[in-house]
């Protein structure tokens, strides 16, 4: 078992709370990320979860039969349930909760890894991540992002508009290409010149809050860039009426049209 107390500053905490990201050099322990790289590995060379909808390309239309562009996979402690156990976990879920202003036991947690290829990677374009959920509900919740790579602007590392989580609502988005059976998606309402970028040696981390608008280039270095996000979320507050996001119902529709019979994640 490793292990490594990270606490924040106030500075830092006042920095999330004003520009709605934050990066730290470090979240977990040296000798975990090689542990972590190994699980990551395995799960992306057995397609895991692929079946039931947990492991797909972001970039590319589902069912593509061409090498993966921005690979995910969902729910990674499903299938290793150690991962609940490591010091990145922990240190996450702790920082999560100090960031969001919530108890470490209201908070609910999930997990997605994404890799972006060597000299493949797409682009991941702009979009909020509050636009891929319930739209019944007002989500509390943030990304924690460790990288188990060197990530740099070049390799895509994480880029972020300050202040875009206070917008009132989420902002209109689309699916990339304008390709419903592509489950990522991007919006139109941003201005990439205020962008700032995040780069981060191995075991380094950013955090954002579920409406900051962020994007990653594609990777143009001869190295995988493979990423690890902890989803942190406090109590949700439902909306009185549902909030606007046809692209939730374009992409469901585009399944059963072309038959394909997944869960939407
Ligand atoms: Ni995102």
Known sequence: MHSLNVTL????IADFVNLGFLAIDRITANDEIGQLREIFDRLFDARTGESRGLFYDLAAPRGHAG???LPQVLGPDLHVPELRESTYYRNARALGATLLGVPEDELTIGGHMIMKPARYG???????????????????????????DEATVESGCMQFIPGSHQSEDVHEHRHIDDDPLIHGLVTDHVDPTH????????G?????????????GANRTPAVRRA?????????????????RP?????????????????VF
């Open 204 to 216: 380094g981390a950013t955090f954002h809050h579920s409406r900051t608008l962020h994007h990653t």
């Open 9 to 12: 500053t106030r500075n830092q």
């Open 122 to 148: 797409a682009e991941t374009p702009w979009h909020q991540d509050e636009a891929y959920w319930d739209p019944n509900v007002v989500m509390n919740s943030l990304s924690v992002w460790l990288s188990l």
């Open 195 to 202: 962008a700032v970028s995040c780069p981060l040696s191995p």
């Open 247 to 263: 692209w939730q119902q374009d992409e469901r529709n585009a399944l059963a049209r072309a038959g394909i019979d997944v869960q």
């Open 67 to 69: 090498r993966n562009l």
């Open 228 to 244: 690890y996000i902890l989803v942190c979320s406090g109590p949700a507050d439902e909306r009185d009426t549902p909030a606007h």
